[in-house]
């Protein structure tokens, strides 16, 4: 006996199987799709987690290293270092003006030629810049507040030095031992303005 042909049916089954297979096509997208999200979300987790990390545990703090940092990064460090007891010596100097601008290396270079660093005096409370061969512009010693956040600094006032640098004060603070971070400010009105970021370090040569 011959059965019926029902055409109505063989196209129904045809069609759920055809379902059936896009279902597990787009199934598989999805879990396709799924796991280059998941490899997405973790990469940029990462990167984020890399990149948050404070700048000294990323790098070795120097003079040298930190010439190579932005505003941003010194100011960081800056802000995260510590109040220190100033003693009597030599305290190797570089300077940082405008880090994040084009050049900024060549001028720190160029200040070099002439600003050594600073010498200490505790006894006297006074610092005296080392400039070429002799010790000159005066500022006097003392722990104040940071104009940058008000926590403690250590503070070299040049309102006791030459007129033309009364306007001038320096704050220090020591962000790895033996290594210091300031920041050179103008009392401009109606607020003071930050000049330079500047770098010393302890040394026991002879300017």
């Known amino acids: 006996m011959t059965l019926p042909f029902n ?8 069609s759920q199987n055809l379902f059936i297979r896009s279902s597990e096509i ?13 490899y ?5 987790l990462i990167t984020i987690l890399i990149l948050a990390k404070p700048v000294r545990s990323q790098t070795t703090l120097t003079i040298e290293s930190l010439g190579r940092m932005s505003a941003h990064q010194l100011e960081s460090l800056y802000r995260d270092g510590k109040v ?6 030599y305290l190797k100097g570089r300077a940082f003006p405008k880090p994040d601008k084009f050049g900024h290396q060549l001028r720190s270079e160029t200040i070099g030629l002439v600003w ?15 400039v070429g061969k002799k010790q000159m512009v005066a500022a006097s010693i003392s722990k104040e507040e940071s104009w940058l956040d008000g926590k403690p600094s250590v503070i ?3 309102a006791v030095g030459p007129k033309w640098a009364q306007k001038a004060r320096d704050e220090v603070r020591e962000i790895a031992p033996g290594l210091y971070l300031g920041i050179m400010y103008y009392r401009n009105c109606p607020c003071p303005k930050m000049a330079m970021f ?10």
């Open 7 to 14: 055409q109505d049916a063989i196209g129904s089954s045809k």
């Open 26 to 38: 787009n199934m598989d997208s999805l879990h396709l799709e799924t796991n280059t999200l998941k």
């Open 40 to 44: 997405c979300y973790y990469t940029t």
């Open 84 to 89: 220190f007891e100033p003693s009597d010596g």
């Open 116 to 130: 050594k660093g600073k010498n200490i005096y505790t006894n006297d409370a006074i610092m005296l810049n080392q």
């Open 156 to 158: 070299f006032d040049y």
């Open 198 to 207: 500047f770098a010393l370090e302890n040394c026991s040569c002879k300017p």
